[in-house]
């Protein structure tokens, strides 16, 4: 066993040498080169061109034969083979994943500590057995949330409702808000006769017409309530009847931030000022804001950033049980995938991993759009959360397919904006991997 192991690291070290001083790498340190996740790969794999054939031959993707709505679905995967940062498709192609299923495959492809985790007999209850956690928990319950998501809340923050989507979250969340609103205008929490009876009917007073704004850009899910708040694509609201809530500018910063920093400013005051105006606006018509919700980063809508004072300030401008319940609150299994996670990030230290590899990846976005100034504009990023405008949507769209067929999977967002969402296990060595295949599709396209 020990000498097949050594045999591989020796074969990984061997291939990756290869690989860095191929012609054209010109993204090589020694930093980079001395970390390899042990379960990866060691680079792309392209057999055919994507979707292959196989995937073209799959039900979903013939014409005329449809399972559910498949108009967003690009290929058919092999999650079995899947390894660390690089997705294997049914064709056999293997890409170096930069998305991460929309960001959300954290530490990799079939991490072996979330393999072990799911062979433990002691958790198969959890998995089998999904309780109505509201009503009636697990034993285990409130040691897990202690340990998982109380472990990573914010200071000062010491309850939460584990919830089973975002978007209901989010819901509940505005639930949360408007109650706290009405029993804040009482002056107690014991609602009339006439509110008991009228909310029955969606009829005030039981059904206050209340508002919650939200940021031009923002994408909060895809249920009504959440849909009012969200702002990012046309397809997501067109024909569906939402609510007069209102919607601010969300600060467009121009880059380099230290060169445009007298005109972020201002930019951020206008938003913070129509912010305000807004607030006013809306009590004048009888549907005054109960609260706000916008994003860190807003992400679909175009990775667009805004400075912490900005938050700030939008705080300062905002100073101002049973009934948030739905079947399942959550599920315990996905607690004991988010333990054993953070499990992960602390014993292999990837916050610091995430910080080396995002300065290379950002210092490389920064070279490349300095190569390709007619091509590229407006890098930015804070770890690996990072992106890139491309000159107009339809060239957007070609280098993500053209990136796609050289073996590496890439988003867009926002108008014509190319995200990076990589796994935490993202080392600066799969950054520079990233860095020559993009240059590369960038070539074709000067």
């Not at 706000?292 to 939008?314: K, V």
């Not at 988010?338 to 014993?347: A, K, M």
């Not at 108008?415 to 991997?433: C, G, M, N, T, W």
Request: contains cysteine; hydrophobic residues 35%.
């Amino acid at each position: 066993m020990a000498s097949c192991l050594i045999g591989r690291q020796l074969s990984l070290c061997v291939q990756k040498n290869l690989w860095l001083n191929s012609a054209g790498c010109r993204y090589v340190s020694k930093a980079a080169a001395k970390t390899q996740v042990e379960y990866d790969y060691d680079g792309p794999l392209m057999k055919t061109t994507v979707p292959g054939p196989r995937s073209q031959v799959m039900q979903p993707l013939k014409p005329n034969v449809c399972l559910q709505n498949v108009g967003a679905v690009n290929f058919f995967c092999n999650y079995e083979d899947s390894r660390g940062n690089y997705l294997v498709d049914v064709d056999g192609n293997r890409m170096l994943d930069i998305y991460t299923q929309i960001s959300s495959i954290p530490i990799g492809y079939n991490h072996p500590a979330l393999l072990k985790l799911m062979t433990n007999p002691n958790n198969l209850s959890t998995f089998v057995n999904r309780p109505a956690l509201g009503i009636l928990p697990p034993e285990n319950f409130p040691d897990k949330i202690t340990e998982s998501l109380l472990s990573i809340a914010p200071s000062g923050m010491t309850r939460v409702q584990t919830m089973a989507c975002g978007s209901c979250a989010n819901e509940n969340a505005f639930k949360s808000i408007f109650i706290w609103y009405r029993n804040k205008e009482r002056g107690h929490n014991t609602p009339s006769e006439e509110e008991l009876t009228t909310c029955m009917t969606n009829q005030a007073p039981g059904c206050p017409d209340l508002s919650i704004l939200s940021f031009m850009g923002g994408f909060h899910g895809r249920t009504l309530g959440c849909l009012a708040t969200t702002h990012s694509k046309v397809i997501h609201k067109l024909d569906v009847p939402s609510f007069d809530w209102p919607v601010a500018p969300f600060p467009r910063l121009k880059y380099p931030l230290e060169e445009f920093s007298r005109e972020n400013a201002q930019e951020e005051a206008r938003c913070l000022e129509e912010v305000e105006d807004l607030i006013v606006k809306w009590r004048q018509k009888g549907k005054p804001v109960a609260g706000i919700i916008i994003e860190p980063i807003q992400a679909e809508g175009g990775d667009n950033h805004a400075s912490p004072d900005f938050f700030r300030n939008l705080r300062n401008i905002s100073r101002k049980p049973y009934r948030i319940f739905n079947t399942w609150m959550g599920d315990p299994s996905k607690n004991l995938f988010l333990v054993e996670v953070l499990n992960v990030i602390r014993r292999e230290n990837l916050l610091e991993e995430v910080t080396r590899s995002g300065k290379a990846l950002l210092n490389g976005l920064y070279e490349l759009q300095a190569q390709y100034p007619g091509l590229l504009s407006r890098a930015r990023g804070q770890g690996t959360f990072c992106a890139i405008d491309v000159r107009d949507a339809a060239t957007r769209d070609r280098l993500l397919l053209q990136a796609r067929d050289k073996g590496m999977l890439l988003g867009g967002c926002g108008d014509q904006s190319i995200r990076f969402r990589p796994a935490l296990v993202f080392k600066e060595y799969h950054v520079h991997i990233f860095l020559n295949i993009f240059n590369d599709v960038l070539a074709q396209n000067k």
